[in-house]
T-cell receptor
């Protein structure tokens, strides 16, 4: 399909791991991104991964990339209430523009 | 830190008015972007610019125009605002090279009545 696909909602308990999944569309996309949006705020870049990598870890965040299946995931370890937000994945097309998914709303219950 | 600022956080305009949304970035980024964000639709690209005086249409340019007279400033113009342009507008900038990661402003929530 033409869209970057994400599930719309994810709910976890504080302290658990969260895994947000994304399927992108263009196998020639060079970079894939995860953004976080807190209520009333703009998008904050969390991390990105180059398409020749299959994993990137940054503190509590782990990004996994399966290029064959065009599948990207973001794992947040030890999820905290402050992680509650909407998470967007995005792919960078060859023209340089980003295509965003519709966002996954992560709800962290105490 | 990269800073992207937008001229207003909230704006209320009447149908038919001409609306200017301003975006300024302070990191000498070449690329600048305007998106709108609507519930259930995610972010949709309106216009982007790779250089001064240069613009490219995004996915939904109808009803909008842009201006980039200086590298740090990218303006979105609604020539004649309509109620279906009520939305959150997000500006972003990115450098050439590296990951081309985009840095976003805080957004402008525009209501057209």
């Amino acid at each position: 399909g033409e869209d970057v696909e994400q599930s719309l909602f994810l709910s976890v308990r504080e302290g658990d791991s969260s895994v947000i999944n994304c399927t992108y569309t263009d196998s020639s996309s060079t970079y894939l991104y995860w953004y976080k949006q807190e209520p009333g705020a703009g998008l904050q870049l969390l991390t990105y991964i180059f398409s020749n990598m299959d994993m990137k870890q940054d503190q509590r965040l782990t990004v996994l990339l399966n290029k064959k299946d065009k599948h990207l995931s973001l794992r947040i370890a030890d999820t905290q209430t402050g992680d509650s937000a909407i998470y967007f994945c995005a792919e960078r097309r060859s023209q340089g523009n980003l295509i965003f998914g519709k966002g996954t709303k992560l709800s962290v219950k105490p | 830190d990269v800073k992207v600022t937008q001229s207003s956080r909230y704006l209320v305009k009447r149908t038919g008015e001409k609306v200017f949304l301003e975006c300024v970035q302070d990191m000498d980024h070449e690329n600048m972007f305007w998106y709108r964000q609507d519930p259930g639709l995610g972010l949709r690209l309106i216009y982007f610019s790779y250089d001064v005086k240069m613009k490219e249409k995004g996915d939904i340019p109808e009803g909008y125009s842009v201006s980039r007279e200086k590298k740090e400033r990218f303006s979105l113009i609604l020539e004649s605002a309509s109620t279906n342009q009520t939305s959150m507008y997000l500006c972003a900038s990115s450098p050439l090279g590296q990951g081309n990661e985009q840095y976003f402003g805080p957004g402008t929530r525009l209501t057209v009545t």
